[in-house]
């Protein structure tokens, strides 16, 4: 069985910064996986944050880029986001999520094997 659980969220000031981490089980980082993190904000879609191929290529929004930064290590099978500079428009529920194959990119996170985390909530405030 499959389980992705995510931690490290929590409120914080414009500015501040967190450190959001992803331990999976029933999966093998080191196989090909594609890892992301995606957010939903309130009255908002789902978008996607970050990602990090099998390979460790990565990938970011471009409302992240500079600010956050996505890494794993494959030997704790663990997902790490570490966000700097928050802003109150990063207030959302974070979703950590695997997806097997080739195909690592977001829009590819809409279909095939994939598996969810059940989200951490962080809060920005201004």
């Known amino acids: 069985q499959v389980q992705l659980v995510e931690s490290g969220g929590g409120s914080v000031q414009a500015g501040g910064s967190l450190r959001l981490s992803c331990a999976a089980s029933?999966?093998?980082?080191?196989?090909?996986?594609?890892m992301a993190w995606f957010r939903q904000g309130p009255g908002k879609e789902r978008e996607g944050v970050a990602l990090?191929?099998?390979?460790?290529?990565?990938t970011y929004a471009d409302s992240v880029k500079g600010r956050f930064t996505i890494s794993k290590d494959n030997g704790k099978n663990t997902l790490y986001l570490q966000m700097d500079s928050l802003k109150p428009e990063d207030t959302a529920m974070y979703y950590c999520?695997?997806?097997?194959?080739?195909?690592?990119?977001?829009?590819?996170?809409?279909?095939?094997?994939?598996?969810w985390g059940q989200g951490t909530q962080v809060t920005v405030s201004s």
């Open positions: 999520a695997a997806r097997g194959g080739q195909l690592c990119y977001f829009s590819a996170f809409s279909k095939g094997m994939l598996y």
């Open positions: 029933g999966i093998t980082f080191s196989d090909y996986y594609c």
């Open positions: 990090i191929s099998r390979e460790g290529m990565t």
